[in-house]
């Protein structure tokens, strides 16, 4: 009798242990695929600008959206990427992440020029497996755009140019940052 408790509360044990294990794995393996709670949109993270050849890097390679400091002043102005009507940004993640959080700084340096701020009408996807999610739509985005959406996988994010800004044509994004947010 005694014996077979003991192999009982053994048995126990080693479930208790096993099932610890799991959940130690899963739970990292959870953080991996929520990017750690990490901006996903940096070039040390593997994120590539897929639409690069129609797009156009202000100031060469500097206008990168994977920046660290987007209030970086140029003699010029501030770096950026540009697009035009009809065309798209596209960033591409390394893998497969779950995100729920987008924020992305538009042009806003108009006051060095004594002109008025800038909207722009902008759409914006999240893309898994070639299937393209729509997480924004706006005639009137402006400065930084902060979009909280449901937790999906994302392997790319892409921005389109629907109809420029009130300035002129175009698109201009100076930084992308894209993770998981606890809720």
């Given amino acids: 009798m005694k014996k077979g408790l003991a192999y009982i509360i053994i048995f126990f044990f080693i479930i208790q242990y096993t099932e610890q294990n799991c959940i130690r794995q899963f739970k990292q393996q959870q953080t991996i695929l929520k990017g ?9 993270q593997g994120s590539l600008l897929s639409s690069k050849k129609i797009n156009i ?3 060469g390679n500097n206008g990168s959206i994977f920046k660290d400091n987007p209030y970086t002043i140029m003699t010029n102005g501030v770096d950026f990427n540009y697009c035009h009507i009809g065309s798209y940004i596209s960033i591409a993640l390394m893998q497969k992440y779950l995100l729920n959080k987008l924020k992305i ?11 008025q701020f800038r909207n722009y009408d902008i759409i914006i996807y999240a893309i898994l497996n070639n299937k393209k999610t729509k997480i924004y739509e706006s005639k009137y985005a402006n400065c930084i755009i902060t979009i909280e959406f449901s937790d999906q996988f994302v392997e790319e994010f892409q921005v389109l140019n629907v109809g420029g800004n009130t300035i002129n044509l175009g698109l201009h994004i100076i930084k ?6 606890y809720s």
Avoid at 36 to 44: D, E, I, P, R, Y
Avoid at 176 to 181: D, E, I, S, T, W
């Fill in 105 to 115: 700084w538009l042009w806003e340096y108009d006051y060095l020029f004594q002109q």
């Fill in 176 to 181: 992308a940052v894209a993770y998981y947010k």
């Fill in 36 to 44: 750690n709670h990490k901006n996903v949109l940096q070039l040390q």
């Fill in 57 to 59: 890097l202000n100031f």
